[in-house]
Structure formats: C-alpha cells, structure tokens
C-alpha cells in the first residue's frame, strides 16, 4: 500500500502549476509573427515570446510535473 503524500506539498505544488496555466495557454494559443525588431517569434496580444522564455517556460512545466509526478508516487 501507498502511503499517502504529503497533502501540504502537493496543494503547493498544484499552486505552482496552476500560476504557470496562464503562460502556457498565451503560448498554445500564439500564432508565428514578426516582433517589432523583424525577428521571427510567436506573438499573442501584440506580446513576442523570445526562444528564452518558451524554454523557461518548458523547463517550469517540466519541473513541476516532475514534482507531482514524485509526490503521487510516493
């Protein structure tokens, strides 16, 4: 039998993950455009996603998952 995880880092967890929701849907939902500097990006309500912050923004996912993932399975 699985013990039960901790129930306070999982709500924290799931906290984590639902302030990251809002980034993750302005990306999904970015189409391919030009920033105003010429520079081929994803835009979403006039603002450009740098190949930096998408892959911050994988790497926060993907850390979070993570996290989630080890709690559950605990």
Known sequence: KHARPDDEALRNAARRFQSLVRSRNNLLHSKPGLAVDG?????????????AEIAAIGVAFDACAGEIERLLAA
């Open 39 to 51: 520079a081929a990006r994803l835009l979403r309500d006039g603002d450009a996603w740098s190949p």
